[in-house]
């Protein structure tokens, strides 16, 4: 596609539910990274993939969140056992570079925790 | 603890106005800075970044005013226009290591631009 596309656009589920979010990056773009943004505040980093592997899982919050990417390409973020502090927006971001530069974001999945 | 502050939260100008962002980081390991402008709804999508080594770069009516010694660096807007209603984030890449590539964002600064 043109851009990275993440489904679902929305997600609303009840607390201790577990959800997943996808992102499909930019075609070609071996880096990929997942941030969280949460109300009124800036982006905070969850997790880095360079294809397949995942060298910085520092951002995650707890063991109940996790991610995989496959194939180099799309990847998922599990949140198991959902609770209401894990409501924010997830963005998901892909690049050329593994430098980081020329990061193309997502629209994002909006995630609410009832 | 965060690493970039950014200021103001939020700022009003009229039309024509030039509103300016500021951000100061802490970690002298940063080596690229970058400018994300977020609408509503959207996400965030790159503006202009600028390297420690350089003082300035414009792009358009945008430009970044980097001073190294004091670890700070601005957006400037020129001639704003209503359409430039938007927030706008500050980032910082560290160089390497394994979390080479991961953006330190600053907390937002939500511009409107009256017309």
């Known amino acids: 596609g043109a851009g990275v596309s993440q489904s679902p656009s929305n997600k609303v589920t009840e607390k201790g539910k577990d959800v997943e979010l996808r992102c499909d990056p930019i075609?070609?773009?071996?880096?990929l990274y997942w941030y969280r943004q949460s109300l009124g505040q800036g982006l905070e980093f969850l997790i880095y993939?360079?294809?397949?592997?995942?060298?910085?899982k520092s951002g995650l919050p707890s063991d109940r969140f996790s991610a995989e990417r496959t194939g180099g390409s799309v990847s998922t973020l599990t949140i198991q056992r959902t609770q209401q502090e894990d409501s924010a927006v997830y963005l998901c971001?892909?690049?050329?570079?593994?430098?980081?530069?020329?990061?193309?974001f997502g629209p994002g999945t909006r995630l609410t925790v009832l | 603890q965060q690493q970039v502050k950014q200021s103001p939260q939020s700022l009003i100008v009229q039309k024509g106005g030039i509103p300016i962002i500021n951000c100061a980081y802490e970690?002298?390991?940063?080596?690229?800075f970058p400018w994300y402008q977020q609408f509503p709804g959207k996400g965030p999508a790159l503006l202009i970044a600028?390297?420690?080594?350089?003082s300035e770069k414009k792009e358009g009516r945008f430009t970044i005013s980097f001073n190294k010694s004091a670890k700070q660096f601005s957006l400037h807007i020129m001639d704003s226009q209503p359409g430039d209603s938007a927030t706008y984030f500050c980032?910082?890449?560290?160089?390497?290591?394994?979390?080479?590539?991961?953006?330190?964002f600053g907390q937002g600064t939500i511009l409107t631009v009256h017309p």
């Open positions: 971001a892909s690049s050329l570079y593994r430098t980081g530069k020329l990061q193309y």
């Open positions: 075609s070609g773009h071996t880096a």
């Open positions: 993939f360079q294809g397949n592997s995942a060298p910085d």
């Open positions: 970690n002298t390991a940063f080596d690229y």
């Open positions: 600028i390297r420690p080594d350089v």
């Open positions: 980032a910082a890449r560290k160089a390497g290591g394994t979390s080479y590539g991961k953006l330190t």
